[in-house]
């Protein structure tokens, strides 16, 4: 019986000990590929973006702030989100910059609103009714 204890213990400890870290380094090499590269590439992305941004470039900002660049510093920018409202943000808070097409579409949104007719009020006693209903009263 010690003979056999023996032999069992034997061959567990003749198991490779890469058959068992195996599984914690497929677990890192699965972390690497769907975690950590995606957010790096987005990260240089950002980077990117925020370096290649030029005076006359129509940005978003990541609050959601549209406005046209009117200068650039090292460190920050001078945004234009009204006429004669310049805003200054830094390179940072840039969330992208709108393409050509884009900026098509958003100027023909915008000039589609302003043109619209203001509605009338609403008038609460003609919906229940009409004059009938206020002379009950």
Same mark, same amino acid.
């Given at each position: 019986? +010690? ?17 068992? !870290?195996?599984?914690? !380094?497929? +677990? ?6 769907? !975690? ?23 940005v978003i ?6 406005? +046209? ?24 808070? +840039?969330?992208?910059?709108? !393409? ?6 958003l100027d ?30």
């Amino acid at each position: 019986m +010690i003979a056999a204890l023996h032999v069992i213990a034997q061959a567990k400890t003749t198991t490779n000990p890469l058959v068992s !870290l195996l599984p914690i !380094l497929l +677990i890192g090499v699965v972390f690497y590929f769907l !975690l950590i590269r995606p957010q790096r590439m987005k990260q240089r992305q950002q980077q990117e973006l925020t370096r290649n941004v030029e005076e006359g470039d129509e940005v978003i900002t990541i609050g959601g702030l549209y406005g +046209i660049v009117k200068e650039v510093d090292e460190d920050s920018v001078l945004l234009e989100v009204a006429p004669g409202t310049e805003l200054r943000f830094l390179r940072s808070a +840039i969330g992208r910059k709108l !393409l050509p097409e884009e900026e098509e579409e958003l100027d023909a949104d915008l000039g589609e609103d302003a043109h619209d007719e203001p509605t009338p009020p609403h008038d609460a006693e003609k919906d229940s009714g009409g004059e009938e209903a206020g002379a009950a009263r």
